[in-house]
């Protein structure tokens, strides 16, 4: 281990002196590689000169992401077309508007930007950052009915994404929307529809680009905006309230 580590730096170490310091220009004439695997094997022979320079990072680490924010009824991940975490993630979205002034008739988050599961039991503010680890903001905006509809076919083409609980959604199995509902309302093309996301999807990504059509935008740019914060201060809140967080699979999106 110790070995591979010093030869891992003696190459970086070379690579960034030649871009630095000649003006010739390389081409890759070959590439090898062999696959190191990072397992329990190593946990057998701890390399203690590198557990004793990482020791006073891990505890400042451990310092910061240790602290619990809330607890879990169950084990949650995100999967397609609903889940128990994208369920909760999404209703996250919507429960953020009061804190806002805002009152969003559902909301939409990706299945991508979640990044790991949650287990039941305490939640860690590490937890959260596996979750959400990315700098995406909350972000508000009004959509046409009639664009609505266009951003359920795109959900559907991508075979679900995480909705809020106000959505029925049916889509085929060639992934085609055959049905959708808001609050048991089938949505109106000419009226207009609040939802909350994030800023990444607002930008029209991940196969949503309808959502660069909404307008009335509020864009939180503050930190303490990200998602991640977010989701800490609904499991702080229920915790203070003794409340532990769960979330069901109830037919958001179902396939026929």
Same mark, same amino acid.
């Given at each position: 281990?110790?070995?591979?580590?010093?030869?891992? !730096?003696?190459?970086?170490?070379?690579?960034?002196?030649?871009?630095?310091?000649?003006?010739?220009?390389?081409?890759?004439?070959?590439?090898?590689?062999?696959?190191?695997?990072?397992?329990?094997?190593?946990?057998?022979?701890?390399?203690?000169?590198?557990?004793?320079?990482?020791?006073?990072?891990?505890?400042?680490?451990?310092?910061?992401? /240790?602290? @619990?924010?809330?607890?879990?009824?169950?084990?949650?991940?995100?999967?397609?077309?609903?889940?128990?975490?994208?369920?909760?993630?999404?209703?996250?979205?919507?429960?953020?508007? &009061?804190?806002?002034?805002?009152?969003?008739?559902? /909301? *939409?988050?990706?299945?991508?930007?979640?990044?790991? /599961?949650?287990? &039941?039991?305490? *939640?860690?503010?590490?937890? @959260?950052?596996?979750?959400?680890?990315?700098?995406?903001?909350?972000?508000?905006?009004?959509?046409?009915?009639?664009?609505?509809?266009?951003?359920?076919?795109?959900?559907?083409?991508?075979?679900?994404?995480? *909705?809020?609980?106000?959505?029925?959604?049916?889509?085929?199995?060639?992934?085609?929307?055959?049905?959708? &509902?808001?609050?048991?309302?089938?949505?109106?093309?000419?009226?207009?529809?609040?939802?909350?996301?994030?800023?990444? !999807?607002?930008?029209?990504?991940?196969?949503?680009?309808?959502? &660069?059509?909404?307008?009335?935008?509020?864009?939180?740019?503050?930190? /303490?905006?990200?998602?991640?914060?977010?989701?800490?201060?609904?499991?702080?809140?229920?915790?203070?309230?003794?409340?532990?967080?769960?979330?069901?699979? =109830?037919?958001?999106?179902?396939? =026929?």
């Amino acid at each position: 281990m110790k070995r591979y580590i010093r030869n891992l !730096l003696l190459v970086s170490a070379i690579a960034v002196g030649s871009a630095s310091c000649s003006s010739r220009h390389y081409a890759v004439q070959s590439v090898d590689y062999q696959r190191v695997t990072f397992d329990s094997l190593f946990d057998a022979t701890p390399d203690v000169e590198t557990a004793a320079f990482l020791a006073p990072f891990k505890l400042k680490v451990d310092s910061i992401m /240790s602290p @619990v924010v809330g607890q879990l009824a169950c084990d949650m991940l995100a999967d397609r077309p609903e889940s128990k975490l994208s369920n909760l993630i999404a209703d996250i979205l919507v429960w953020a508007g &009061k804190g806002f002034d805002e009152q969003p008739v559902f /909301s *939409v988050c990706n299945m991508g930007g979640i990044r790991a /599961s949650l287990s &039941k039991g305490d *939640v860690t503010i590490g937890n @959260v950052n596996e979750v959400a680890p990315f700098e995406n903001k909350l972000c508000f905006m009004t959509l046409k009915g009639s664009h609505v509809i266009i951003l359920f076919e795109q959900i559907a083409a991508r075979g679900g994404e995480g *909705v809020s609980h106000s959505v029925r959604a049916v889509i085929s199995k060639d992934k085609k929307l055959v049905s959708l &509902k808001i609050n048991g309302e089938t949505i109106n093309p000419d009226a207009e529809y609040r939802i909350s996301t994030i800023d990444y !999807l607002a930008e029209g990504n991940d196969g949503l680009p309808i959502l &660069k059509e909404g307008f009335n935008r509020k864009m939180l740019t503050d930190k /303490s905006n990200n998602l991640r914060f977010i989701i800490m201060d609904f499991f702080r809140e229920n915790m203070k309230n003794n409340r532990v967080v769960d979330s069901e699979v =109830e037919g958001r999106i179902t396939v =026929e």
